[in-house]
C-alpha cells in the first residue's frame, strides 16, 4: 500500500509515517523503481503497536521500544519487551498503593477535630513527619500544591492541620510516581483549598481517573 493509505489506515498523517519510519519505529518501507514507499500489513501492524505503546509509556519510551525489538535478537527483544511489561506492573502497583493511602487520608480529615488555636507545624517537623526534606516542602509549595501560612515574606513557614494533610497527600502521590502536573489536578478534584472545610471539584480528574504519568495531559500520537 502507498504511504497516503498506510495513513489512512492507522489514524496518522502522511509526514507522520514518514517521520516514524526515519526514526526506525516501523520497518522500512520497500522503495519501488519510482521511489514511491510500498507497505505492507507489517507496518499497520507496527504503527497500531507504537500508537498502544505510546498511550500506555508515552512516546519517547515507545519509539526506543519499537526501534529495539527491530534490531536486537529475538530473545534480547523478547526480554525488552517483558521489562517494559514488568515496569508497568511496578507502576501501577505504586499508584494504587498511593491512592489507598490518599483514601486513608481524606477519610482522616473527615473524621478530625476541628484544629485548635495554634495547632500547627513547623517546615522542619512537617518534613521529619511525612519524611521528605524541608527543600521539597519549599519547592510543593512554589508549586501551588501546598500552601503554609506566613504572617510576611520573612516569617516562617507555619504548617495548619489541613496543610499538613495536604503535604501528606502530596508525599503519597509522588511516592506512588504522579508527576507534578498529576498531582497538581488531584489536589484541585479533591478540593484541597486549605480549609477545613472541603468540597469536591468537578473541574479535573479524581485519583482513580489519573495515571502517575498521563494525568490530565493530553495523549500524544504526533511525531514528537
Known sequence: MTTGR?????GYSVQQVRDLER????????????????FG?????????????????G??????????????????????????????????????????????IVDEAAHDAPPLPGDAMSITELANAIGVRSS???FWEKEGLVAPERIDR????SYSPAAARDARIVAALRAGGYRIPAVRAVMAAIGTDNDTDRTH??????PSQCSPKRCCEPVQTSRT
Open 201 to 206: 471539584s468537578t473541574s479535573a480528574c479524581t
Open 136 to 138: 521539597t516542602l519549599r
Open 154 to 157: 520573612n516569617a516562617a513557614r
Open 23 to 38: 526514526l526506525g519505529v516501523i520497518p522500512s518501507a520497500v522503495r519501488m523503481p519510482n521511489s514511491y514507499r510500498r
Open 6 to 10: 498506510l495513513a489512512a489506515a492507522t
Open 59 to 104: 512516546p519517547v519510551e515507545a519509539r526506543s521500544v519499537m526501534h529495539d525489538v527491530q534490531v536486537l535478537p529475538y530473545d534480547e527483544a523478547l526480554a525488552r519487551v517483558v521489562e517494559l511489561h514488568s515496569g508497568l506492573a511496578r507502576a501501577r502497583a505504586e499508584s494504587l498503593t498511593a491512592l489507598r493511602a490518599l483514601d486513608t
Open 41 to 57: 500489513p507489517e507496518h499497520v501492524t507496527a504503527l497500531r503497536a507504537y500508537r498502544a505503546l505510546a498511550v500506555a509509556v
